[in-house]
């Protein structure tokens, strides 16, 4: 089965950081660009960030501002997302994908092998 196992979420405070992983199941990055997704309670799911094949990075709308960054590491089939300067609007459950035409998108129905989500809560 082809997905992601994302992981590195937990509960943190205003003003902190996490990174967060998602390592490729049953399939190699080398030739994938990989989007980072959140959705938060309520709402519908978001394109947050993605990156090429090449190294190249795209981030989507208000996820443009310097708090997040993401990168990847093909020698373990891994892409990460950092986010610094939490807020408490940062709470959802962000998901990794794969695009499938090997074109980064903000459009989800480009995107494949969803893995579960891993839940970030940013509270005081």
């Known amino acids: 089965q082809l997905q992601f196992v994302e992981s590195g979420g937990g509960l943190v405070q205003p003003g902190g950081f996490l990174r967060l992983s998602c390592v490729a199941s049953?399939?190699?990055?080398?030739?994938?660009?990989v989007g980072w997704f959140r959705q938060a309670p309520g709402k519908e799911r978001e394109a947050v960030s993605c990156?090429?094949?090449?190294?190249?990075?795209?981030y989507w709308g208000p996820y443009a501002g310097g708090r997040f960054a993401i990168s990847r590491d093909n020698t373990k089939n891994t892409v990460s997302l950092q986010i610094n300067n939490l807020k408490l609007e940062d709470t959802a459950t962000y998901f990794c994908?794969?695009?499938?035409?090997?074109?980064?998108?903000?459009?989800?129905?480009?995107?494949?092998?969803w893995g579960q989500g891993t839940q970030v809560t940013v509270s005081s």
């Open positions: 990156i090429s094949s090449s190294d190249g990075r795209w």
């Open positions: 049953g399939f190699s990055l080398d030739h994938s660009p």
């Open positions: 994908a794969r695009a499938q035409d090997e074109i980064c998108s903000e459009h989800l129905y480009r995107f494949d092998a």
